[in-house]
């Protein structure tokens, strides 16, 4: 334990279904994290936390996710990634002292690059969807926060993220809950049926990364500091392609998975990630150590654990929820 005092903030919003999301929060109010219902747009109920609390530190997770879901809402990304990260920025710099900042961006911000591995001074310029778009919003905003205000700041680029209550919009997710009901799952090809491959993360390699990041962060109650601002991708290196995280995934939920192939299509995803960590491994000291079968096994295990021993345990939202 390290001994921080961490207060959480959800407006738990239906995007997916929102049972999920208050059995996290109570997961972390078991464990003394207190998590309080908000949203970042709410500037007045904002200044309140902020007053009534003197944070040293601000660790912003809060977004849209999802790339296919921007077709049928794009207004959503605006409103969660845009207007509630200035929200936010806004609040913190009118603290005395200042908080630091660290914020989830992502790997989507390097769009139609070619160039593999991703460092983080290639193009990040051309996004393929609006989710990418927003992420690379956010970037540019902290960054404006930084040289105005001297907020100091660091952004870390997650890569195709996975894990015990993980997102059940996100494909190892999905796939778990539709090879466990014996419904098809959809992997997506590029042209001629090219293999769309990511970048698999464990979420335990992602909060060794974040705490790394807050630990080295500046903060502006020692004038004598300078401010920062820093960007790094934390991913995992390896790269596998979706159809063997597939063959991975049935093989430890012990169910064959019945796998229809289809056309990626206009959808804003990419065929391919992978990052280059060696700047957050020289910086932060960032090494994954979760590879992929360790990580689905990590994963399976909490999926049974949470769903009840054949996986189909699920609460009334859940009934019925589909992914886009």
């Known amino acids: 334990m390290r001994g921080d005092v961490v207060i959480g903030l959800d407006n738990f919003n239906d995007y997916y279904p929102v049972s999920l999301k208050r059995a996290r929060a109570q997961e972390l109010s078991d464990m003394g994290v207190p998590v309080v219902e908000l949203d970042l747009n709410d500037q007045p109920g904002l200044q309140e936390l902020f007053r009534l609390c003197s944070f040293t530190h601000v660790l912003h997770l809060a977004a849209q996710a999802g790339v296919r879901y921007a077709a049928r809402n794009p207004f959503a990304y605006i409103q969660s990634n845009v207007a509630a990260s200035v929200s936010l920025m806004e609040t913190m710099r009118l603290q005395k002292p200042m908080p630091s900042l660290v914020y989830a961006s992502s790997s989507s911000v390097y769009g139609l690059s070619k160039r593999f591995p991703f460092t983080e001074d290639d193009r990040v310029d051309q996004p393929a969807s609006l989710y990418a778009a927003t992420k690379r919003s956010l970037e540019l905003l902290a960054h404006s926060y930084y040289n105005i205000y001297k907020m100091s700041v660091t952004g870390l680029r997650f890569f195709t993220v ?154 009334a939202d859940e009934v019925g929820y589909i992914p886009d």
């Open 162 to 315: 996975y894990g015990p209550w993980g997102r059940p919009d996100m494909s190892v997710m999905a796939f778990s809950r539709n090879i466990v009901d014996g419904k098809a799952i959809r992997v997506f090809q590029g042209p001629n049926g090219t293999e769309l491959a990511r970048d698999f993360t464990y979420i335990g390699d992602i909060i060794s990364g974040v705490l790394a990041a807050l630990d080295m962060v500046p903060t502006s109650a020692d004038p004598k500091v300078q401010p920062t601002y820093r960007v790094y991708n934390l991913g995992n290196t390896q790269v596998h392609t979706v159809s063997e995280m597939v063959d991975t995934l049935q093989e430890l939920l012990g169910i064959k998975a019945n796998i229809k192939y289809q056309p990626l299509g206009a959808t804003g995803d990419v065929l391919r990630t992978n990052a280059n960590i060696t700047a957050a491994h020289s910086d932060l000291g960032y090494t994954p150590k979760t590879n992929l079968r360790q990580g689905l096994q990590e994963f399976v295990t909490w999926y049974f654990a949470y769903y009840g021993a054949d996986g189909k345990h699920r609460p």
